[in-house]
């Protein structure tokens, strides 16, 4: 599954993306964010952010830089609840 997003959204970078031209409102814009977020972590929880991206996404919105968030370390193994 996650393949196949992948590809998708390729391809909209290569043949949609084009026509619309620079109108993105944040950075990375909206396609790359996608498939950064599907890349690094998978389908479900990449689309689920990329969503969330796509929906801030409107004319009034303030925009900037809006990175894809890095993997978390799971809260069983954080410092902070092993007793350290």
């Known amino acids: 599954m996650k393949h ?7 391809a909209w970078r290569f043949a949609i993306s084009p026509l ?3 109108v993105c409102r944040y950075y990375p814009s909206c396609s790359a ?3 950064e ?4 972590h998978g389908a479900v929880r990449g689309t689920w952010l990329s969503v969330r991206r796509i929906s801030r996404c409107h ?5 900037g830089y809006d990175p894809v968030p890095s993997r978390a370390t799971p ?3 954080s410092p ?4 350290a």
């Open 4 to 10: 196949l997003l992948i590809g998708f959204i390729r």
């Open 20 to 22: 619309y031209g620079q």
């Open 33 to 35: 964010y996608a498939l």
């Open 37 to 40: 977020a599907v890349t690094e």
């Open 59 to 63: 004319p009034w919105a303030a925009g």
């Open 75 to 77: 809260a069983a193994e």
């Open 80 to 83: 902070a609840t092993r007793g």
